[in-house]
């Protein structure tokens, strides 16, 4: 058995219907793991759900930014061995268009809702002890920052700071805790916000990243990893996968 193994563990997956969440669903389930997988669009939570491998895995469809829908879910949650957050929206605001809505609003799902969602599953006793591990995505950006990320960097760099905090919290009752940093990965998001740019300001943003653009699988391994006993003695790391 490779270390890189993840038989015998429970995953839950939050933002699998789209991108990075959903591809680490369905590689983490080819690797072995039981997945719980979350969204909110249920046709395409559906479509994360069929082409997971193996069996036993189960679908919860949750905003996360309503607290009984946390509860809701977390109450039906079986006991996990890891939790992986990968819901987040893109914002584009200008500093002087800000308003309290646009702070709430990337505020609300890239952090109020991760953090409450941990807290929850902390608190109810559904991550087991020993061996388990969490993964936070935040973003090359608060490194790295662009025009225009001022939400999406602030809510990135929070969560980056309470990753850190959790760890230390964590590491007594054997879990790590750590978070990666991608660069631009091609998913759903991402287009987003590049239309947003022009053709030439896209094609210099991609120059940035000499081995090109990452796909979800480059982001979905990396998690593996953390998911899994090749990291038992990995916490409180800060990953960045920038693509050079
Ligand atoms: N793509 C990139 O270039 C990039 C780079 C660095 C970091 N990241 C980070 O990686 C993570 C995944 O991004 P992605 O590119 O895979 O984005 P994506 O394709 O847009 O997926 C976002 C996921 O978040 C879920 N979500 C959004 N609001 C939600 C809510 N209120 N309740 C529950 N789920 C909600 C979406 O669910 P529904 O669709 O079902 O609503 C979707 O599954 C994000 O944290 C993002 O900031 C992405």
Same mark, same amino acid.
């Given at each position: 058995?490779?270390?890189?193994?993840?038989?015998?563990?429970?995953?839950?997956?939050?933002?699998?219907?789209?991108?990075?969440?959903?591809?680490?669903?369905?590689?983490?389930?080819?690797?072995?793991?039981?997945?719980?997988?979350?969204?909110?669009?249920?046709?395409?939570?559906?479509?994360?759900?069929?082409?997971?491998?193996?069996?036993?895995?189960?679908?919860?469809?949750?905003?996360?930014?309503?607290?009984?829908?946390?509860?809701?879910?977390?109450?039906?949650?079986?006991?996990?061995?890891?939790?992986?957050?990968?819901?987040?929206?893109?914002?584009?605001?200008?500093?002087?268009?800000?308003?309290? =809505? %646009?702070?709430?609003?990337?505020?609300?799902?890239?952090? *109020?809702? &991760?953090?409450? $969602?941990?807290?929850?599953? +902390?608190?109810?006793?559904?991550?087991?002890?020993?061996?388990?591990?969490?993964?936070?995505?935040?973003?090359?950006?608060?490194?790295?920052?662009?025009?225009?990320?001022?939400?999406?960097?602030?809510?990135?760099?929070?969560?980056?700071?309470?990753?850190?905090?959790?760890?230390?919290?964590?590491?007594?009752?054997?879990?790590?805790?750590?978070?990666?940093?991608?660069?631009?990965?091609?998913?759903?998001?991402?287009? =987003? %916000?590049?239309?947003?740019?022009?053709?030439?300001?896209? *094609?210099? &943003?991609?120059? $940035?990243?000499?081995?090109? +653009?990452?796909?979800?699988?480059?982001?979905?391994?990396?998690?593996?990893?953390?998911?899994?006993?090749?990291?038992?003695?990995?916490?409180?790391?800060?990953?960045?996968?920038?693509?050079?």
């Amino acid at each position: 058995m490779s270390a890189f193994d993840l038989n015998g563990k429970t995953v839950l997956v939050t933002g699998a219907s789209s991108g990075i969440g959903k591809q680490t669903a369905i590689t983490a389930s080819k690797q072995g793991a039981r997945l719980v997988i979350t969204g909110r669009n249920a046709e395409r939570l559906e479509e994360t759900f069929k082409s997971l491998h193996g069996e036993g895995h189960l679908q919860l469809l949750a905003d996360l930014t309503i607290q009984a829908d946390i509860d809701r879910m977390v109450a039906q949650l079986p006991i996990l061995n890891g939790l992986v957050h990968s819901t987040g929206i893109s914002d584009m605001t200008p500093a002087s268009y800000i308003t309290s =809505e %646009t702070i709430a609003r990337t505020f609300r799902i890239s952090f *109020d809702a &991760i953090v409450l $969602l941990t807290a929850g599953i +902390l608190s109810r006793k559904k991550l087991a002890k020993n061996d388990s591990s969490i993964v936070f995505i935040s973003s090359i950006s608060t490194t790295y920052p662009f025009i225009g990320g001022s939400m999406y960097v602030s809510a990135k760099a929070a969560i980056e700071g309470y990753a850190r905090v959790l760890a230390k919290e964590l590491v007594q009752r054997g879990t790590r805790v750590n978070c990666i940093a991608p660069a631009l990965v091609r998913t759903p998001m991402m287009d =987003e %916000t590049a239309v947003n740019y022009s053709q030439e300001v896209v *094609d210099q &943003i991609e120059k $940035l990243q000499p081995l090109g +653009l990452g796909d979800p699988e480059d982001v979905a391994n990396t998690i593996v990893y953390f998911l899994s006993d090749a990291s038992k003695w990995v916490t409180g790391g800060h990953l960045i996968l920038g693509g050079g």
